[in-house]
């Protein structure tokens, strides 16, 4: 069974300062990996997406991740932080099928509170 | 392209009643996904339905149930609500045949007292 761990519930960072947000995924295959934002009240904004290839994937927002296979990470990065970046993060695993196709679960880590300080 | 639509967006029942809950995808989308957000459990999986067929299930009891439409959307019930049942509820919708990138509306929010 897939399950994602993410380490940090809250984490809080000055504005300006660098981030990382950290995810820990357990999966038998390549798992495809995302990274989810979201705002009170709201629903989930995907940031960014890993499939295959290049393991430095860029998102919106100035985000970044990098998909490390011997660590089974996949960390959320950003370089200068914004006070509206202060939101919950969630990274998800999902399940590949034959023929390159996935299925329609996303497992979820318990996210990941993000605090910018100005 | 409008993106997901849940309705309604937030939701008071009491316990024993039974609720339904909608959701849209977006235009082109014919997989839908639901999934339950609550403070001590995260976001788990409920069910995800594709051409009207039930594909995927989560571990959930049989009062939480779901359908889909011929125009892809899809409901969702909870029969006989329990105090536990208060969460938020997110439908997301996907593309078939890709990597399925799912896409998520803002929630419903259900209360029961």
């Known amino acids: 069974a897939q399950s994602v761990t993410q380490p940090d519930i809250h984490i809080t960072v000055s504005e300006g300062a660098s981030l990382e947000l950290r995810c820990n995924y357990s999966?038998?295959?390549?798992?495809?990996l995302f990274w989810y934002v979201q705002s009170p009240g709201q629903g989930l904004q995907l940031l960014l997406k890993y499939f295959s290839g290049d393991t430095l994937v860029q998102g919106i927002k100035g985000f970044e991740a990098e998909f490390k296979r011997s660590q089974s990470s996949f960390n959320l990065r950003k370089p200068s932080v914004h006070w509206s970046d202060a939101a919950e993060y969630f990274c998800?695993?999902?399940?590949?099928?034959?023929?390159?196709?996935?299925?329609?679960?996303?497992?979820f880590g318990q996210g990941t509170i993000l605090t910018v300080h100005p | 392209k409008a993106g997901v639509t849940q309705t309604p967006r937030y939701l008071i029942k009491t316990r024993g009643q039974q609720v339904t809950l909608s959701c849209s995808p977006i235009?082109?989308?014919?997989?839908v996904s639901w999934y339950q957000q609550t403070p001590g459990q995260g976001l788990q999986f409920l069910f995800e339905?594709?051409?009207?067929?039930?594909?995927n299930k989560g571990n959930f009891p049989g009062r939480f149930s779901g359908r889909q439409f011929s125009n892809s959307r899809s409901e969702m019930n909870v029969s006989t609500l329990e105090l536990g049942d208060s969460a938020l509820y997110l439908c997301?919708?996907?593309?078939?045949?890709?990597?399925?990138?799912?896409?998520f509306g803002a929630g419903t929010r259900l209360s029961v007292l």
């Open positions: 999966y038998g295959a390549t798992p495809y």
């Open positions: 235009s082109g989308h014919r997989s």
């Open positions: 339905y594709f051409s009207e067929t039930q594909r």
């Open positions: 997301a919708s996907s593309q078939q045949g890709g990597k399925n990138i799912q896409y």
């Open positions: 998800a695993v999902g399940a590949a099928r034959a023929g390159g196709t996935s299925y329609g679960k996303l497992t």
